[in-house]
T-cell receptor, first 114, second 113 residues
Framework: DGGITQSPKYLFRKEGQNVTLSCEQN?????MYWYRQDPGQGLRLIYY???????QKGDIAEGYSVSREKKESFPLTVTSAQKNPTAFYLC?????????????FGDGTRLSIL | AQSVTQPDIHITVSEGASLELRCNYS??????LFWYVQSPGQGLQLLLK??????LVQGIKGFEAEFKRSQSSFNLRKPSVHWSDAAEYFC???????????FGKGTLLTVNP
C-alpha cells in the first residue's frame, strides 16, 4: 500500500543535541511538508518542498532544517537552536504543491526533551 | 491572508445523536476547503473536500459538509454519531495557485455511550 512512513514514533532530545526525523513516501508525490502540532494550536507549517532539491521556509522555520535529495524522502532536523522542540511532528505529501491537492499525512513523531 | 476559525474547542454528544462541527474561513476568492480527522497519536485523514460545484459534499464515514459562501462557513455534519467517531477534527482552507493550507485549531469530539 502506498503511504507516508515517519520514524521514529517517539524521540528524545538532550540539551544541545540535533535530532533528525525521517519521512519517506511511496506515493510518487512531488510536494512534501513538515508541520508542528502543539495542543490546542492546530498545525503550523515548518518547511515545504515542491520538488527534489528545492525547499522553502514555512511559518515557523527557525531552529529547523530540511533536505530533499530524493523524491521520496524529506528528513527534518531539529537543531539545538530550537529552544522549545517538544511537540508532535507531522509529515505530509501531495501530488503537487498546490492547495487544491489534498495532503496525505504520516502517523507522526512525538519529540520530547530529556 | 487566509484563516480558519473553529469556534468549538470541545463537543460532547451521545452515540446515535446528530453532529455539526462549525468552521468559518477567511479567503478573498473561491476557497478550497477540507475537513480532516485525527485519532490520538495518529496523523490526519481526509474526510472530504470542496473545490467548486455542488455546495453539499459527501465524504467518508458518513460525513457531509455544506459550503455557504454568504456565511463563509463549511460546517461538517453527521446524522448519527458512532463511538468510533471520537477524535479531533480539523478544517483547512487554501486557494488559487497558493501552495498553503491553513488549518483551524481543531474541535475535539467526545462520544458518550
Amino acid at each position: 500500500d502506498g503511504g507516508i512512513t515517519q520514524s521514529p514514533k517517539y524521540l528524545f532530545r538532550k540539551e544541545g543535541q540535533n535530532v533528525t526525523l525521517s519521512c519517506e513516501q511511496n506515493l510518487n508525490h512531488d510536494a512534501m511538508y513538515w508541520y508542528r502540532q502543539d495542543p490546542g494550536q492546530g498545525l503550523r507549517l515548518i518547511y515545504y518542498s515542491q520538488i527534489v532539491n528545492d525547499f522553502q521556509k514555512g511559518d515557523i522555520a527557525e531552529g529547523y532544517s530540511v533536505s530533499r535529495e530524493k523524491k521520496e524522502s524529506f528528513p527534518l532536523t531539529v537543531t539545538s537552536a530550537q529552544k522549545n522542540p517538544t511537540a508532535f511532528y507531522l509529515c505530509a505529501s501531495s501530488i503537487q504543491a498546490n492547495s487544491n491537492q489534498p495532503q496525505h499525512f504520516g502517523d507522526g513523531t512525538r519529540l520530547s526533551i530529556l | 491572508a487566509q484563516s480558519v476559525t473553529q469556534p468549538d474547542i470541545h463537543i460532547t454528544v451521545s452515540e446515535g445523536a446528530s453532529l455539526e462541527l462549525r468552521c468559518n474561513y477567511s479567503y478573498g476568492a473561491t476557497p478550497y476547503l477540507f475537513w480532516y480527522v485525527q485519532s490520538p497519536g495518529q496523523g490526519l485523514q481526509l474526510l472530504l473536500k470542496y473545490f467548486s460545484g455542488d455546495t453539499l459534499v459527501q465524504g467518508i464515514k458518513g460525513f457531509e459538509a455544506e459550503f455557504k459562501r454568504s456565511q463563509s462557513s463549511f460546517n461538517l455534519r453527521k446524522p448519527s454519531v458512532h463511538w468510533s467517531d471520537a477524535a479531533e477534527y480539523f478544517c483547512a482552507v487554501g486557494g488559487g495557485s497558493n501552495y498553503k493550507l491553513t488549518f483551524g485549531k481543531g474541535t475535539l469530539l467526545t462520544v458518550n455511550p
